[in-house]
């Protein structure tokens, strides 16, 4: 049995043995003009020659590489083009479609300025054109299940809904600028900005009252609002008593936001794209492109191919010929 102290000057030869075999296996430098042994698991013996020799492969390799980028332009150049090119059409087209719900809103604006001025239906015509009185028919609120007239429905249905909305928070830490569709009310408490649509925020947007003698104003024309048109058939009910028609501005206008929010992140996400494809075009030409990639036109080899096989198949003609003709007459 071997003693501990055996044991360790046994470890101890075996790994002086192990080190000096590694330094007998060490390789020389292949720097340029370098004659000193290698690092352990290195080609090199410092930085400075594998920069040195990095050098040397640019330069002897670099220029034949430019010459044969220059010649032939890669096809991935030409799609990253076409698709730039593309992304640039439909970048206009978002924001021409921008351009127009902007004038639709300054047409409901313009029609709501208009039919301000209109008188509006007797209350008595209203309510026999009806058939029934509309305090005569009752029905149950869809958020809270209290029984409710149908004049007062919408209204009620509408105050519920503000409360529950009222318990979610739509906010973030950053404020939008340049796009006036959100509330972008300040909470000081939570720090942050509300993001709901300003037509359809409920916590921070109040009602206007509703007077006796407003009229509904409603746009009856399925086409409206369309450009350079005015809306000449409008419901002329007074507003507080259209049941058919409630919050009808705000629900055009909402749509409309709507519309725009959608647009506005497609166009970010077509500006993400087309700053991806223009970082391709520029960094293609890059030193490390030119070095790692090339262009093979296989059409060339094709011709290649097919000449090499015409001269070959000529000359193994001519070379028959000539055997026919060395070849003695037969007798």
């Known amino acids: 049995r071997r003693t501990r102290k055996q044991l360790g000057a046994l470890s101890r030869d075996l790994y002086h043995g192990e080190e000096d075999a590694e330094e007998t ?23 400075e020659c594998g920069v040195k020799m990095a050098t ?18 890669p096809v991935a150049k030409t ?3 076409q698709k730039i090119h593309d992304l640039e059409n439909e970048q206009k087209t978002t924001r021409s479609r921008l351009e127009e719900l902007d004038r639709r809103t300054q047409a409901i604006d313009k ?3 208009a039919v301000a001025k ?44 503000v409360k529950l909305e009222g318990t979610v928070s739509f906010g973030s830490l950053v404020m939008n600028e340049g796009i006036d569709i959100f509330c972008d009310k300040y909470d000081p408490a939570q720090n942050t900005y509300c993001k ?24 009856l024309d399925p086409s409206f609002p369309s450009e350079n048109k005015t809306c000449l058939q409008f419901c002329s009910r ?35 794209q087309l700053r991806l494809n223009q970082w391709q075009v520029e960094h293609r030409h890059s030193l490390m492109a030119i070095m790692l990639h090339h262009t093979v036109d296989h059409s060339k080899e094709q011709r290649g191919g097919d000449t090499n096989n015409n001269s070959s198949s000529q000359q193994q003609q001519e070379e ?12």
């Not at 040397?56 to 332009?73: G, K, M, S």
Request: some cysteine; glycine content about 4%; hydrophobic content about 30%.
């Open 118 to 161: 209109a008188t509006p239906t007797p209350e008595e015509e209203v309510i026999e054109s009806g058939g029934v009185r509309a305090d005569d028919l009752t029905i149950y609120c869809a958020t809270c299940g209290q029984p409710v007239t149908l004049r007062a429905a919408m209204g009620h249905m509408e105050r519920c809904f």
């Open 111 to 113: 029609h709501i300025s």
């Open 79 to 81: 799609f990253n083009r």
């Open 238 to 272: 007074p507003k507080r008593l259209c049941i058919q028609h409630h919050c009808w501005e705000k629900l055009r206008r909402a749509e409309i936001d709507q519309e725009k929010l959608n647009l506005y992140l497609k166009l970010e996400e077509l500006s993400e």
């Open 320 to 331: 028959d010929k000539d055997d026919m003709d060395l070849a003695p007459p037969c007798v």
């Open 56 to 73: 040397n492969r640019i330069r002897a390799y670099l220029p034949e590489q430019q010459a044969h980028w220059n010649d032939e332009e």
């Open 196 to 219: 709901r649509l300003r037509v359809l925020c409920p916590e921070h947007t109040k009602e206007p009252k509703i007077g006796s003698q407003e009229v509904c104003g409603c746009p």
């Open 25 to 47: 296996a060490r390789q020389q430098c292949q720097g340029p003009s370098c004659v000193f042994p290698a690092r352990p698991h290195s080609k090199y013996c410092s930085e």
